[in-house]
């Protein structure tokens, strides 16, 4: 299979715009050895070369084109905890993985914080996120989610609010009740992957970037191949989620890429911004296909959502998205819609994270299903720990059944497409 690459740079979104550096790491040329190479400089691929760096192990990390370009450095910037699957993994493995699977749940959020802190990456950092219910229905999610943190005694601050409250908090009487937990937060996530980037640089670790590469040759030392260079590893990580081509034989099929949308706001006066948002929180529904908003650092609404399985794009992301923002907002009509991007996300058909090997000694994670930011985080340390001997945590996820599509990837994405009308009706009704 012949892998067509067309390098870029960001796309044109607001976190490229006010992005605090530009990275400009080499692109890979010649003979190069190391302990690990790592394939794609988002999240996944930053955060275990930072993890492996810090124990360290000598770490080449490869980008088709600047670190942060795919979903990373686009997405919604929402810092949420958990991971795709974990209620499939305990009915799988049972009680004896209870500690495990909560561990891993908040592990993203004390990950970010404590590089955030110790690296000192600028980046915007807020705590609070809200789930909301945009039917009266939906308020019983809300109260059980409150219930469990009340059963498991949880440290952090976290709030249920009624309708009323929800209306004061957030200006609009279009939402039923929020869920508040102020353990989550949100982000500049471009510049906290390029922080990383530079904290794992900082630490010895190899970065090239407009690199694509075009294969792996399977072995004792597998090497990994650019058009001009290549990394011979005794171990190598894939983290190229919803971007990833290579290794087609063990892993076409399984992620399927799908768009999501996100308009953002010239800046709002500060009057405004405290009317719809008085917490500076970011902001979730509880759909089966989720709406997101949250303010940036310069009080602009970032509004997301509308994820696209189908593959076929809108003509205006702006035309998209924005009278969803004002099914919310209507009192930001008058404001201008400055930003319009949009990004793929790794979805999977059991909404499990793909993990695993080819052969000894290539690992691979990918598929988050739009929950990335601390999920990414946490796999970063439990790949690194996996490529460097310990296994107990990657095995519980490599454990786990996955399905194949048959057929090319477009047939995939189409029953994805067609299972996730059922939930969009569904939300709807």
């Not at 994670?365 to 790949?383: D, I, K, L, N």
Request: charge should be negative; hydrophobic fraction near 35%; aromatic fraction near 10%.
């Amino acid at each position: 299979m012949k892998i067509e690459h067309q390098k870029q740079e960001h796309t044109g979104s607001y976190y490229a715009a006010t992005v605090n550096e530009l990275t400009d790491y080499p692109a890979l040329e010649g003979e190069h050895s190391t302990d690990v190479c790592i394939v794609g400089g988002g999240f996944t691929g930053v955060s275990t070369a930072l993890a492996l760096a810090e124990r360290g192990y000598s770490v080449a990390l490869v980008e088709a084109n600047r670190i942060g370009w795919g979903a990373s450095g686009r997405n919604g910037g929402q810092v949420i905890n958990g991971l795709r699957g974990l209620d499939k993994m305990a009915k799988k493995y049972g009680d004896g993985v209870a500690d495990t699977l909560e561990n891993l749940r908040w592990r993203g959020n004390d990950i970010i914080r404590e590089r955030v802190e110790k690296y000192s990456i600028d980046c915007d950092l807020k705590d609070g996120f809200a789930e909301v219910a945009v039917k009266p229905r939906q308020f019983g999610i809300l109260e059980a989610y409150f219930e469990e943190r009340e059963r498991a005694n949880f440290p952090h601050r976290y709030e249920l609010w009624d309708r009323n409250k929800t209306c004061e908090m957030f200006g609009t009487d279009y939402y039923y009740g929020a869920f508040v937990c102020y353990r989550d937060g949100h982000v500049h996530p471009l510049n906290l992957c390029i922080g990383e980037a530079r904290a794992a640089h900082g630490l010895g670790a190899s970065i090239f970037e407009q690199s694509p590469v075009i294969g792996i040759n399977h072995g004792k030392r597998p090497r990994v191949v650019t058009e001009h260079g290549h990394v011979d590893a005794d171990s190598v990580v894939l983290a190229g989620n919803a971007y990833g081509q290579l290794e087609p034989q063990h892993l076409s099929n399984l992620v399927f890429p799908a768009s999501s949308y996100i308009i953002a706001t010239e800046p709002l006066p500060e009057e405004v911004a405290q009317e719809i948002n008085r917490d500076d929180v970011a902001v979730c529904d509880v759909n089966e296909v989720v709406d997101y908003w949250r303010l940036s650092a310069d009080k602009r609404l970032l509004y997301g959502g509308a994820c696209n399985y189908s593959g076929r794009e809108p003509k205006s992301i702006k035309s998209y998205m924005r009278p969803r923002m004002l099914a919310a907002y209507p009192l930001l009509r008058d404001f201008r819609i400055e930003f319009e991007w949009s990004g793929k996300i790794g979805i999977v058909l059991n909404r499990t994270l793909t993990v695993g090997r080819t052969g000894d000694n290539v690992y691979y994670c990918q598929g988050y299903s739009g929950h990335g930011v601390c999920a990414s985080h946490v796999m970063g340390e439990v790949m690194a720990d996996a490529v460097t001997g310990t296994l107990e945590r990657f095995d519980l996820f490599a454990g786990m059944k996955h399905y194949r599509t048959p057929g090319p990837q477009w047939i995939g994405n189409q029953i994805v497409a067609l299972g996730m009308l059922f939930y969009r009706l569904k939300d709807k009704l």
